[in-house]
């Protein structure tokens, strides 16, 4: 069967206009002023539901189902914004133009604009709620998968990747700003008596009690992160060497024992750290090499002290 033939057959048309008036897919045909000549139930409910049925503007009608509170969800531009944009885009824009949009009652659409060859507008939508909300639930779980694989399951901390990736981020930004950046390692002093003497369980408990403490202290623009272990890394941007050193100072001075349970003491312990300050020349293996240098240092030398890592600076 021809084109043609739908043309000039009433009885084709007639079942065409029918099955578009009840179908689920919403269509609305408008002339070359963009003034609405034909919409069926399903387009007109979803898009301008309290339009009267009397000659309108497509994009007028659209901004009035908005200012009562009907229609499209506008949430990047006001309506004075957006009516002239979408009227000229309409007008002059791609003959073509697909997309995707929110609605006030929380559908979500994908309309088909389509400009024909005498001027006139067809414009089709389809409702993908369900695949948005599935979308939605696929990048929520991403999401999570990725925060899962970046986070140490006992502290919540940054595990050792994330750890690592924030230095060298924080090291790229060094390079630009030129202010000072400091990394230190902590370890805390004789770990494995602990875990012998308490048990495993109380182990993880001083970890967890540690980790809380060391980001309590050093505040929010400092960076934690668990190396593995007993062992953390502290990022602290904008902070000179004699100012991380006075913070783990106050740290190591602060430092609360692990309260217990009522069925334990409390599990007094210390740690140990090194610190680095980066110097223009440093990649994140040097500086990171250096603070733990610096930690080895503290250790051999007794621990529970801290070690600074004195190679000169050549920061501005």
């Known amino acids: 069967m021809k084109t043609s033939d739908i043309e000039i057959d009433p009885k084709l048309l007639a079942m065409l206009a029918s099955a578009l008036g ?12 963009d003034d609405i000549r034909y919409v069926n139930q399903s387009f007109r409910t979803t898009f301008f539901p309290d339009w009267p049925g009397q000659p309108a503007n497509f994009v007028d009608a659209l901004a009035d189902a908005i200012r009562s509170g009907r229609g499209v969800k506008l949430v990047s531009m006001s309506l004075e914004t957006f009516v002239p944009r979408i009227k000229q885009r ?71 990747r994330s750890g690592m990736a924030t230095a060298d981020a924080a090291l790229n930004e060094f390079r630009v700003s030129r202010l000072p950046l400091c990394f230190a390692v902590l370890d805390i002093d004789h ?48 902070t000179s060497l004699s100012l991380a050193e006075q913070f783990l100072d106050l740290f190591m001075r602060t430092l609360r024992p692990y309260e217990g349970t009522p069925s334990h003491p409390p599990v007094k312990f210390t740690f140990s750290a090194g610190v680095a300050a980066a110097n223009h020349g440093d ?34």
């Open 90 to 160: 309409r007008k002059s824009g791609e003959p073509r133009y697909n997309f995707s949009v929110d609605m006030v009652d929380g559908s979500w659409w994908w309309v088909n604009d389509c400009r024909l060859d005498n001027g006139w507008m067809l414009v089709m939508a389809t409702e993908i709620t369900t695949l948005k909300n599935e979308e939605s639930r696929l990048r929520d779980a991403h999401a999570v998968a990725l925060q899962a694989a970046e986070t140490d399951v006992l502290t919540g901390l940054p595990n050792r």
């Open 191 to 238: 770990f494995k008596f602990i875990n012998d003497t308490y048990g495993h369980v109380i182990g993880d408990e001083v970890l967890l009690h540690f980790a809380k403490s060391l980001v309590g202290s050093m505040g929010s623009r400092a960076k934690v992160s668990r190396l593995g272990g007993e062992e953390f890394l502290v990022v602290m941007p904008e």
């Open 22 to 33: 009840s179908g689920q897919v919403g269509v609305c045909l408008c002339d070359d002023n």
């Open 283 to 316: 990649d994140l293996r040097s500086l990171f090499s250096r603070a733990d240098l610096a930690l080895y240092a503290a250790k051999k030398n007794g621990r529970g002290q801290i070690k600074v890592d004195r190679a000169a600076s050549n920061v501005a």
